[in-house]
């Protein structure tokens, strides 16, 4: 459950939450629980730089409504000068929480909100020994909010910019003592109830929405078109039809790169999703020569291919051919960004598991694996058609210039500038 009451995850979400204060690194003064959920201040707190601040140990999911977290305070201290906010991953751990740039946060000793400011505003009640103070990022909405004891404040900051940010207490009195929740236990503060008069507002607002019998074609048209599910599509304009309303798909050299493409898209999908990689790797020397080699984006598509062809092979157990395969060509895959060489440590180690689809790669297994490598070669394939069609506008706007005896040179960049204004 950790997490889940924090936060409302799309299912595109995949971050994992804080769930727990970074023991690694925090401002002076601070003696830390073995659950590492809990903080006590000892240090001097004379000076406005001898702070004890800590985030999370992970930065807040953005891939989502929204985020909370709750503090409850054990001990005021001597002046209950605790904090409460977010922070970026730079911030200075000697500050409170809303005293620097791109940090904000909500103090207990004078109930005001901070944002790179000492002074502060006015915002809400005081809070101390026994209160429990929660905070809330609200990534539709671009706000943070604030609650006590289980009641939501008003809106404290608006307008706040995506970015990467981490929860954050701050203390700055002797004995402060404060114990955090990020979703391990139930909530003072009813955020499941929030959650669902948030979905109420998004439905009414849906239906309030009037869409055209031919938009909505045109959207789900579009999404399927680009994605390569060309029977789909064929279906869906057959249907669409009967209203007069379908779009016929065109093919050959006339055609715009998603619709001259369609048919390639969808054999080496439907290719790619049978786990067939071999004959997928086949008709992209066929089809798309350009994408197996010289480009930033044809060793991207390498190392998708490359990477699922070694899951199919653990996945059918054929272990000797997959040490192999791995050995030849997933040892020379060029050293990429640290998350594609993070990807590709776990993908090889698919093989030290017995039983690997009830391992923690386990997911590696999952059609959605198969999915998301398709929507990657997908996109590489309409790249690299799109990049064709603008070196033969180039070469033809050249030709041109050379056949009438000179004139102004033509450059691309200029006219794609034009174009958008």
């Known amino acids: 459950m950790l997490g889940q009451q924090a936060s409302v995850q799309t299912p595109h979400a995949a971050a994992v939450a804080p769930d727990a204060f970074n023991t690694a690194q925090h401002g002076p003064g601070l003696e830390i629980g073995k659950d590492k959920l809990s903080i006590r201040y000892v240090g001097d707190g004379r000076h406005d730089n001898d702070v004890g601040s800590i985030q999370g140990n992970r930065p807040v999911p953005t891939q989502q409504l929204l985020y909370y977290f709750e503090v409850t305070v054990v001990d005021q201290g001597e002046l209950g000068r605790i904090a409460i906010g977010f922070t970026e991953k730079s911030f200075k751990l000697t500050r409170q929480p809303g005293w620097e740039a791109s940090s904000y946060g909500y103090h207990g000793d004078d109930g005001r909100k ?45 307008n706040v910019r995506p970015q990467q940010l981490y929860p954050t207490i701050g203390l700055h009195s002797k004995n402060e003592h404060v114990v955090v929740n990020f979703g391990g236990s139930p909530f003072k503060f009813d955020l499941e109830g929030l959650l669902a008069e948030e979905r109420e507002q998004q439905a009414a607002e849906v239906q309030r929405m009037s869409v055209a019998a031919s938009d909505a074609h045109q959207i789900v048209r579009s999404y399927l078109l680009f994605h390569g599910y060309g029977a789909t599509l064929a279906a869906f304009d057959a249907a669409a039809g009967a209203e007069g309303i379908a779009q016929p798909m065109y093919e050959g050299d006339d055609a715009e790169p998603m619709s001259a493409t369609l048919a390639t898209r969808q054999a080496v999908r439907g290719a790619i999703m049978a786990g067939q990689l071999v004959p997928a790797m086949e008709l992209l020397r066929q089809q798309c020569p350009g994408l197996l080699g010289g480009s930033a984006v044809a060793d991207e598509v390498q190392f998708h291919m490359s990477c699922q062809q070694f899951i199919e092979l653990i996945r059918e157990g054929r272990i000797m051919e997959a040490m192999q395969f791995a050995q030849s060509v997933l040892a020379g895959l060029k050293p990429g960004a640290a998350h594609k060489d993070s990807q590709l440590k776990e993908v090889v180690a698919l093989i030290a598991y017995e039983h690997p689809e009830q391992s923690p790669l386990a997911h590696l297994l999952h059609l959605s694996q198969r999915e998301a490598v398709a929507d990657a070669v997908n996109a590489a394939i309409l790249q690299s058609s799109l990049e064709v069609l603008l070196r033969q506008l180039v070469a033809t706007r050249m030709a041109l210039r050379e056949e009438h005896g000179g004139g102004e040179p033509f450059d691309l960049c200029e006219a794609l500038q034009r174009s958008r204004s």
Request: hydrophobic residues 30%; glycine residues 12%.
């Open 114 to 158: 901070f944002y790179h400011s000492e002074k502060g505003e006015e915002y809400g009640p005081k809070w101390s020994a026994g209160d429990t103070v929660g905070a809330c990022l609200h990534f539709e909405r671009q706000e943070i909010f604030f609650t006590k004891n289980g009641t939501r404040l008003k809106t404290a900051f608006r």
